[in-house]
């Protein structure tokens, strides 16, 4: 893991450069996944058909490996699973340090795709127990999904109504996870390629976490090619320019979020979140995948799929370029 004190500001505003008060805190690429990050292998609270296996295992399995410039978390895609097995094997990492207010810029190459497939990018409590403390789902689909859903998971009195200032559409607005069977108050994607086969076909892109006790969340995306990518985004060292020192984003720079969640009399900071681990995961059918793989066109049943045709999962895999979290100075 790299550390930093690359302050976010905006060069040719020097008036933001003196105020900016987010520092890059830590940079997690290739090794550092697996130097700070830990392995679960217990059962999958979500009930997919998934065997979490250990880092030793995930490496020995060839499902885990580092370069110097990427990471990769793989399924397995080689083995018939046994009906009585608990599942295909794959990995679940959760980051060892916790964050509160941040700004986390992920530069991701690959996701997981495909029938029966339910990968994740999300952030919870370290303290919990969950729910409390919050859930905050970054990349979350199932499926043959084309379009990303953020969403967030809370303790109760927690709503997030339209209109809000954002590019993604309201598919659900109450965010307290012990009603509509922990559906979470989420936000589906506007822009192309943002999950999925059209992500990875595009050469994949990059999501953008802002946390602000003052105003609450939002997640940006950009496809890897997009011209409209901001520079401190692509190429984020040395100066990235994304919150000043009263709280204010530069939404004139930016643009609207493609997730907004507002946090206001409806759903106080305070009472919902604290900090968080961040965690990449690939589940199998399960809560969500399983209930919507009959509306999917894909073969058969989810875990008749997912046991007995590996091949299908050769590109269920995540392969990340760097993950950077930016956090308020001291």
Known sequence: MRTGLAAFCFAPLLTLCVRAHFVLTDEYIGQDFLQNWSWFS???????????????????????????????????????????????????????KAYDEAV??????????GCGTWPAFWSLSQQGPWPQGGEIDIIEGVNQNRLNLAS???????????????????????????????????????????????????????????????????????????PAVPPEVRNPSPYPNVLNSEGMYPTLLWGEPEAYF???????????????????????????????????GCPGTCDDYVMNNPQAFANAYWEVNSLRVYTPMQ
């Open 262 to 296: 507002p946090l206001n009399d409806q759903c106080d900071y305070a009472s919902h979140f604290n900090a968080h681990s961040f965690v990449f995961d690939l589940t199998f059918c399960g809560d969500w995948a399983g209930s919507d793989y009959p509306n999917t």
């Open 104 to 113: 986390v810029v992920l530069d991701l190459q690959h996701m997981p795709e």
């Open 42 to 96: 217990g059962d999958d609270p979500t009930h997919g058909r998934v065997n979490y296996l250990s880092q030793a295992d995930a490496l020995s399995n060839n499902l885990t490996y580092a370069t110097d410039h990427s990471f990769v978390m793989r399924a397995d895609s080689h083995t018939v699973v046994p009906s009585t097995a608990k599942g295909r094997n794959s990995v679940r990492i959760s980051s060892l």
């Open 152 to 226: 967030l998971h809370t303790t109760p009195n927690c709503a997030m109504f339209p209109p809000r200032a954002m590019t993604g559409t309201t598919t659900s607005t109450n965010c307290d996870a012990s009603v509509n069977f922990n559906q979470g108050c989420g936000v589906s994607f506007a822009k192309p390629a943002s999950y999925g086969p059209d992500f990875n076909n595009a050469g994949g892109g990059y999501y953008v976490l802002v946390r602000s006790k003052t105003d609450g969340v939002r997640v940006y995306f950009w496809s890897r090619y997009d």
